[in-house]
Structure formats: structure tokens, C-alpha cells
């Protein structure tokens, strides 16, 4: 017989799976018509270049192309402007990439080249990420500390209202604000800055960024002629760095609110037992902890000299008041 936990998690995969095949299935509608209608306006450039220059052959074209795009991929551009080439691995650069790659945002542009750089990578990653995860979580904790728990502690000194209501009030305060910090401000600027961005693709790179999925499709300071590129390029990681903090401030607000501790206790195997041992370890401390205190009274109470005890003092007081 099939367990309650069991139930729950089979039925959790199998919303999960409807929800990959209905995201695949939006995906494909609404990006498959606009891949088509590009792919024919290359074929007709195409056609078009090769009408106009009958000199070159098909082959010679694909063949230089081929080459262009492997060299773009790299993140060197195959543009003969000589005032747009940019070095892509200066410090800022370097330090971007690594700040991206540890936080799991992950651009993918640019990525090591060298055999030396991706066995650094990948051994830098391993060490890198579970600190960079760590130190986020951890600073994420005690921001909520600051920001939540000592604020609503001193409200509720002054106001006449349940901690509850002040828990959700001070939420929706503190998401609106951390939206308009993270995500509608640097959306304008971004905006400003990159020139080929609207505003909605600014918004959409701060939100694909914050939640670490970096499709890698607008990726900041590639522009030729930018001013200040290294300067924008450690604002930007540093933007990102922490607007994580926030976005993880966030999650933790909202898992303490919905108590999804309890919630996802439903789909784990085995979690009743574990919750019974836990009741049953936390009775028997209080129940050994209220014997040590009885006992504890009991041996006070023994102790305490015969002169100092209630019955003691009513003697007394009988024996004086029968001498006068």
C-alpha cells in the first residue's frame, strides 16, 4: 500500500513534468514562427550577396563565415574596426567572469579558451561555488535579522497588532522596495547605458540574472565604444553580487511566512516517523527536565534551616505571645 509521503511525491513528478512539457510546449509557439521568419531573411541575404558577387563561390563564404562566428563565439569580434577591438580577459573582465561563474549565473560569454583556463575553471568552481552559495546564504540570514526581526520586535513594542500581521505587512514593504532597487531602477539605467537594449529587455536581463539562469543572450559592456567599460563592468558585478542577497532575502522572508518547512514535509518519505521522534525526544527532554526541577525543590526545600520555615515562624510567634 502506498504511503501518504509516497503519494505526494509521485504526484509532485508528475506536475513537474506537465509543467516542463507545457513551458516547452509556450516556448515553441511563440519562438518558432520568429526563428523561421529569420532564417528567410538570411536565406535571401544570402542569396542576395551571392547574386551581387558572383567572384565568390558558395563554399568560400560558408567557409569564412564559419570561421567568423567560432571566432565571435570566443568573444573576439572579426570586425575589421580597429578602435572596437577590446581586450576580454583584462582584469575587470576576468573578475566578471568570475564573479558570474561562481554565483552559477553563467553567461557563457566569454568562457576559457585554453586547456590551462578550463582545468582552472572547473577546480576553481568546485571550491568556489559552494563558498560563494555559503556566504551569500549566510549574509542573507543575517540581513533578515536586521532588516526584519529587529524591526518588527520594536514595533511590536509600540503597536497593538499580532506579529503575523506585522510579519506580512513588513514584506510586502520590504519586496516592494527591494524591487524597485534591484530590478526597476537598474532596468532604467541599463536602459540608459546599453544602447541597443529597451527598457524591457533591461528588466528581463535583471530578472534572468538575479535568478541565476544567465541565458547569456544580453550580457553587459560588449558594446564597442562604451566609456568607462572597466569601471561599468565592477559596478555590474557588484550589482549582481548584491541583488543575490536580495533575491535570497526574499526567499528566505517567504519561506518563514508560508511555513513551507511543514508544506514540503508532505513529499518527503519517512517524515511523520522523523516528526513522531522528534515530539517524542522533545517530551522526554521537558519530562526529565521538570523531574531535575522537582527534585531540585525538594532538596531546597530540605535544606532550608528550621528557624527560616513558615511553621517555624508561627511557633515562634504562638510562644512569644503566650510569654506576654
Known sequence: MMSRHALFFLLLLLFYVFYLIF??????????????????????????FLSDHPCMSEEM??????????VKSFG????RNISGYEIKWDFVSSLFFAGTTLTTIG?????????????????????????????????????????????IHSFQLHLSVSKKKLEWLHASVLIVIISFLFFFIPAIVFDAIEGNWGYLDALYFCFISLTTVGLGDYVPGEQSGQKMPALYKLL????????LVAVLLVVEMLKSLLNCNHFFGLFVLGCDEMRRDEEADHFLSND????????????????VPHSLSPSAEKNYGSINTSLT
Open 23 to 48: 513551458g516547452a510546449f509556450v516556448f515553441s509557439a511563440l519562438e518558432q514562427p520568429y526563428e523561421d521568419h529569420l532564417r528567410w531573411k538570411v536565406e535571401s541575404m544570402w542569396s542576395k
Open 107 to 151: 553567461y557563457g560569454h566569454p568562457f576559457p579558451i585554453s586547456v590551462g583556463g578550463k582545468v582552472f575553471c572547473l577546480l576553481y568552481s568546485i571550491i568556489g561555488i559552494p563558498l560563494t552559495l555559503s556566504v551569500l546564504s549566510i549574509t542573507a540570514r543575517n540581513m533578515l535579522i536586521l532588516l526584519r526581526d529587529k524591526p
Open 76 to 79: 573576439v569580434s572579426a570586425m
Open 288 to 303: 526529565l527536565d521538570g523531574s531535575f526541577v522537582q527534585k531540585h525543590d525538594e532538596t531546597t526545600r530540605r535544606r
Open 236 to 243: 555590474v558585478t557588484c550589482y549582481l553580487i548584491l541583488g
Open 61 to 70: 563564404l560558408q567557409d569564412f563565415l564559419r570561421k567568423a562566428l567560432l
